[in-house]
């Protein structure tokens, strides 16, 4: 079946300009998860759903930032009045469930704020 | 803050020969997990260890767990060019907000061929 694909794969916008990063997780899959990862470094950890709700927002650097995820399947974040330090590839992943271990990943969004 | 962090952040290696990776983390876990990561992009699950295992094997890969140092290898025996990516090692907690895993910053592996 098809994997996690994500949408656009890159993306370059202006300063203060608002983006919208999309994420379409494996079918049956009732966990989904944004990371963002900037040049060299590991994953940070931004928003989690299970279904339709965000237990954990602990992630996200700014109130610029949300997410939301409709019908148990696509989830968009938005990023509103981008910022240069937003520039990162953002990757999305999902699984079965949380209590499942492994997380299949995108092949994420590289995010270029000018 | 990063639960994970490995050791050391690069190696290289001829091919052939084994690649040992590390990684420690600071609180209990539920399970350990290590991924590969090609050229920036997505990563791909390669192995899981449950925090009552101490040792598990997949192929070419054996990853070994020691929660009394909190501690984690990799051993990739037999490397080859392909192997070349970097490595990266996931921690998961126990319950709630803890559920969510966390990554280190990984570690570049080059192989020689």
């Known amino acids: 079946g098809a994997g996690v694909s994500q949408s656009p794969s890159n993306k370059v916008t202006e300063k203060g300009k608002d983006v919208e990063l999309r994420c379409d997780p494996i079918?049956?899959?009732?966990?989904l998860y944004w990371y963002r990862q900037s040049l060299g470094q590991g994953l940070e950890f931004l928003i989690y759903?299970?279904?339709?709700?965000?237990?954990?927002k602990s992630g996200l650097p700014s109130d610029r930032f949300s997410a939301e995820r409709t019908g148990g399947s696509v989830s968009t974040l938005t990023i509103q009045r981008t910022q240069q330090e937003d520039s990162a590839v953002y990757l999305c992943?999902?699984?079965?469930?949380?209590?499942?271990?492994?997380?299949?990943f995108g092949p994420g969004t590289r995010l270029t704020v000018t | 803050s990063q639960q994970g962090e490995e050791d050391p952040q690069a190696l290289s290696i001829q091919e052939g020969e084994n690649a040992t990776m590390n990684c420690s983390y600071k609180t209990s876990i539920n399970n350990l997990q290590w991924y590969r990561q090609n050229s920036g992009r997505g990563l791909v699950h390669l192995i899981l260890i449950r925090s009552n295992e101490r040792e598990k094997h997949s192929g070419r890969l054996r990853v070994t767990l020691d929660t009394s140092k909190k501690s984690s290898s990799l051993l990739i025996t037999a490397s080859r060019a392909a192997d070349t990516a970097s490595y990266f090692c996931a921690t998961r907690g126990n319950t709630g907000a803890n559920s969510k895993l966390t990554f280190g910053k990984g570690i570049t592996l080059s192989v020689r061929p």
């Open positions: 992943a999902s699984s079965l469930g949380t209590d499942v271990g492994e997380q299949y």
């Open positions: 079918s049956g899959h009732t966990a």
């Open positions: 759903f299970q279904g339709n709700s965000a237990p954990d």
